[in-house]
């Protein structure tokens, strides 16, 4: 079971942390990634993690997005920095068994979602 936390609305600039709280047999097994999907587009992959520790993350992303877990292995997190208006958008936490690979059809267990909402 994947729930995520931590949405809510930002002004352009701002910073987001959104969560993920997930077993640890998922994370010490599984690639987790975060992915969003805004109104009227497609879902699309923004960051993941595999069980050793490596990250990817979509080019729109980089240097602004971090994806990490605490020490446990129980949370994951979306930290988002320097947000813009178009990082508006409904965010999921997803796992898959083995190895990552960010694109939505890969993964197979998914979130609720959580909203995030940058103003200009």
């Known amino acids: 079971q994947l729930v995520e936390s931590g949405g809510g609305s930002v002004q352009a600039g701002g910073s987001l942390r959104l969560s993920c709280a997930a077993s640890?047999?998922?994370?010490?097994?599984?690639?987790m990634g975060w992915f969003r999907q805004a109104p009227g587009k497609e879902r699309e992959g923004v960051a993941a993690?595999?069980?050793?520790?490596?990250?990817s993350y979509a080019d729109s992303v980089k240097g602004r997005f971090t994806i990490s877990e605490d020490n446990a292995k129980t949370t994951l997190y979306l930290i988002m920095d320097s947000l813009k208006p178009d990082d508006s958008a409904m965010y999921y936490c997803?796992?898959?068994?083995?190895?990552?690979?960010?694109?939505?059809?890969?993964?197979?267990?998914w979130g609720q979602g959580t909203q995030v909402t940058v103003s200009s």
């Open positions: 993690i595999n069980f050793s520790g490596t990250t």
């Open positions: 997803a796992a898959v068994a083995g190895n990552c690979e960010l694109t939505t059809s890969h993964f197979t267990y």
């Open positions: 640890v047999y998922i994370r010490t097994k599984y690639c």
